[in-house]
C-alpha cells in the first residue's frame, strides 16, 4: 500500500487492504492513511464495523469445548500414533 502515501486513499484500495488494517499488519503511515480515509468514509466505517462483528461472533463461536467422548477419542488416537512412531523410529 506505501507506494501510493502522496495520493489520498480511496474505498477500493481501503477495502483491499482491511484485513491488514484490522489485524495491525500495516504500517504506522499507511494505517494513518487508512484511517483518514474510513474517518470520512460511512461505506468503509460499515465494512470495518462488519468485519469486527464477525470476528468477534467467531471468536465467541470457537470458544465451545468438544464433547468429552471426542476429546478422549482424539487423545486416544494421539497417544496410539506417538506409540506408533516412536516402535519405527527404533
Known amino acids: ?12 484500495e481501503a477495502l483491499a487492504h482491511l ?4 489485524d495491525c499488519e500495516m504500517s504506522e503511515v499507511d494505517t494513518v492513511r487508512l484511517e483518514e ?10 465494512e470495518v464495523g ?3 462483528r464477525l470476528r468477534a461472533l467467531l471468536r ?6 468438544a464433547p468429552v467422548h ?3 477419542r482424539v487423545l486416544s ?5 506417538s506409540q506408533r ?4 523410529r527404533r
Open 1 to 12: 500500500m506505501s507506494e501510493q502515501t502522496d495520493t489520498p486513499c480511496q474505498c477500493d
Open 19 to 22: 484485513q491488514e488494517y484490522i
Open 37 to 46: 480515509h474510513i474517518s470520512g468514509c460511512a461505506t468503509c466505517q460499515a
Open 50 to 52: 462488519l468485519e469486527q
Open 60 to 65: 465467541r463461536s470457537c470458544m465451545e469445548e
Open 70 to 72: 471426542l476429546r478422549e
Open 77 to 81: 488416537q494421539i497417544t496410539i500414533i
Open 85 to 88: 512412531v516412536v516402535i519405527e
